[in-house]
């Protein structure tokens, strides 16, 4: 069986499982991959192990986020600067909109 080497950052199928998963961390000097399944779950395989597995290097799936259900929205305010003057959810109301604040009766 031809063996596949692991990279970092790159998906693999278990042919015979169907299971896809991300190499995520080698270790040399234990002689380990650690990969992560599509449902989130970590694991551990020995550099003999992994020869042993039946694998296919695939493209990355569409729907990796699922498993953490992960959305567009989670992303939204990722390279805005939190400081505390914008910490106030009041700020974000706009004045035009709330009635009776600022009207005279």
């Not at 650690?34 to 395989?45: A, H, K, P, T």
């Not at 003999?48 to 695939?58: E, P, R, T």
């Amino acid at each position: 069986m031809a063996t596949i080497r692991p990279q970092v950052g790159y998906w693999y199928k278990d042919i015979e499982s169907s299971q896809l998963f991300e190499v995520v961390a080698i270790d040399d000097d234990g002689d380990s991959v650690e990969v992560q399944l599509i449902d989130g779950e970590l694991c551990q395989y020995d550099m003999d192990s992994w020869a042993q597995l039946n694998l296919d290097m695939v493209e990355e799936p569409e729907d990796w986020r699922n498993a953490f259900e992960l959305s567009d929205d989670d992303y939204r305010f990722l390279d805005d600067t939190m400081v505390p003057e914008s910490w106030n959810p009041l700020s974000e109301i706009e004045s035009d909109i709330v009635n009776g604040i600022t009207d005279e009766y």
